[in-house]
T-cell receptor, first 115, second 112 residues
Framework: GAVVSQHPSRVICKSGTSVKIECRSL??????MFWYRQFPKQSLMLMAT?????????EQGVEKDKFLINHASLTLSTLTVTSAHPEDSSFYIC???????????FGPGTRLTVL | DAKTTQPPSMDCAEGRAANLPCNHS???????VYWYRQIHSQGPQYIIH???NNETNEMASLIITEDRKSSTLILPHATLRDTAVYYC?????????????FGQGTILTVHP
């Protein structure tokens, strides 16, 4: 199947700093990518839809100024957590649909810990 | 996405078939049934999907009832590496594809 990568796999940062997470589709183009967040012992929650060449669409309750999304190319979307706080500590996962296969592929996730 | 209901946990002996049920009684005619699994601290992995007909691939089989109100994911010969949380999701695809609504899933534990 298609491959989606994320970088970094884990990051620890101090409160108040910003953290950038990259999501890449390695062997297919993705005009749309999705960002999910998962807290411990909970299910995945969709945060936003990343659209190549246009603004991201955020789910209700997700602060767009805090979670900046940039879909720079057909294979790269980035999520920047600005002014991170301990409550932003979570597992962030991206995904990209492979339209020809009606299948969505997920990245391995990024574990963010804010001290 | 239509609401899906899954048992919170199931056990299976290694080498035996694991049958994971999913109820989706309000599924729309254009909604597919997707199955994903998530092994601890990893991103979800696609397993299989179907609309009406039963489907089989190298990982699993998907059996959908004729009225499409429920389905069963079958792992024919479960191994310890199949221990994971399994998610059943109803999604219409098309422009809504990708905005997957994850429930709590079924925690499958495969025992030696």
């Amino acid at each position: 199947g298609a491959v989606v990568s994320q970088h970094p796999s884990r990051v620890i940062c101090k409160s108040g700093t910003s953290v950038k997470i990259e999501c890449r589709s390695l062997d297919f183009q993705a005009t749309t990518m999705f960002w999910y967040r998962q807290f411990p012992k909970q299910s995945l929650m969709l945060m936003a839809t990343s659209n190549e060449g246009s603004k991201a669409t955020y789910e209700q309750g997700v602060e767009k100024d805090k979670f900046l999304i940039n879909h720079a190319s057909l294979t790269l979307s980035t999520l920047t957590v600005t002014s991170a706080h301990p409550e932003d500590s979570s597992f962030y996962i991206c995904s990209a649909p492979s339209w020809g296969t009606d299948t969505q592929y997920f990245g391995p996730g990024t574990r963010l810990t804010v001290l | 996405d239509a609401k899906t209901t899954q048992p919170p946990s199931m056990d299976c002996a290694e080498g035996r078939a694991a049958n994971l049920p999913c109820n989706h009684s309000t599924i729309s005619g254009n909604e597919y049934v997707y199955w994903y699994r998530q092994i601890h601290s990893q991103g979800p992995q696609y397993i299989i999907h179907g609309l009406k007909n039963n489907e089989t691939n190298e990982m699993a089989s998907l059996i959908i009832t004729e009225d499409r109100k429920s389905s069963t994911l079958i792992l024919p010969h479960a191994t310890l590496r199949d221990t994971a949380v399994y998610y059943c999701i109803a999604n219409a695809g098309g422009t809504s594809y990708g905005k997957l609504t994850f429930g709590q899933g079924t925690i499958l534990t495969v025992h030696p």
